[in-house]
């Protein structure tokens, strides 16, 4: 129940189409859904979040598609661009009183050719 | 401030040696915590604490791990005996209450 699955493990996309990541969850007590981006030798970085009263949050080109009756979300990135590549890292958060953590998906590694 | 800081950025030991990590959050973030990262797969939390106090370890955490924040400012992790099963990037994270957690570039961890 604290799981995070996400797939592909792995996407090879070409210079501006577009690249999509998908996540489920189980869990309904999980409240926020944050996306990080790591890049090899670095720690994730934050690239987008959403809460599940919302359905779809756009933040340049990255966008977060967020399904909650199916428990499911999903990262879209248009225009890919080749220094998109890295892995894609979705997460949930799972918070009690006085105390959060994330729990992450398995990674996706993105691959945009040029 | 340039956000949060791991210090070493690699470290290699001998199996059996003891380990101790440093991180620097945020100045003003008051929660922190630690997380490991084995090769392919996503973060796995280890352990939080809100100003000085621990106040919730993950079962990964075995008793060979202890982490301290003392003043609520940089924490430490320590793994004593190494094993080779703890080789691994120890992620450090912060947060301004429960706000969003941003992480250190890590302590990457070789245990020969």
């Known amino acids: 129940q604290q799981q995070v699955k996400q797939s592909p493990q792995s996407l090879i996309v070409q210079k501006g189409g577009i690249s999509i990541i998908n996540c489920a969850y189980e869990?309904?007590?999980?409240?926020?859904f944050p996306w990080y981006q790591q890049f090899p030798g670095k720690g994730p970085a934050l690239l987008i979040a959403?809460?599940?009263?919302?359905s779809e949050k756009k933040e340049g080109r990255f966008t977060i598609s967020f399904n909650k009756s199916a428990k499911q979300f999903s990262l879209h990135i248009m225009d890919s661009q080749p220094g998109d590549s890295a892995t894609y890292f979705c997460?949930?958060?799972?918070?009690?009183?006085?105390?959060?953590?994330?729990?992450f998906g398995t990674g996706t590694r993105l691959l945009v050719s040029p | 401030d340039t956000g949060v800081s791991q210090n070493p950025r690699h470290k290699i030991t001998k199996r059996g040696q003891n380990v101790t990590f440093r991180c620097d959050p945020i100045?003003?973030?008051?929660?922190l915590y630690w997380y490991r990262q084995t090769l392919g797969q996503g973060p796995e939390f280890l352990t939080y604490?809100?100003?000085?106090?621990?106040?919730?370890k993950s079962r990964l955490l075995s008793d060979r791990f202890s982490a301290e924040r003392p003043k609520g400012s940089f924490s430490t992790l320590e793994i004593q005996r190494t094993e080779q099963g703890d080789s691994a990037m120890y992620l450090c994270?912060?947060?301004?209450?429960?706000?969003?957690?941003?992480f250190g570039p890590g302590t990457r961890l070789t245990v020969t």
């Open positions: 994270a912060s947060s301004l209450e429960f706000y969003e957690q941003y």
């Open positions: 869990n309904t007590a999980f409240d926020y």
């Open positions: 959403i809460r599940p009263d919302v």
């Open positions: 997460a949930a958060r799972f918070m009690n009183t006085g105390f959060q953590k994330l729990v």
């Open positions: 100045s003003e973030h008051n929660r």
């Open positions: 604490f809100q100003n000085e106090a621990q106040l919730e």
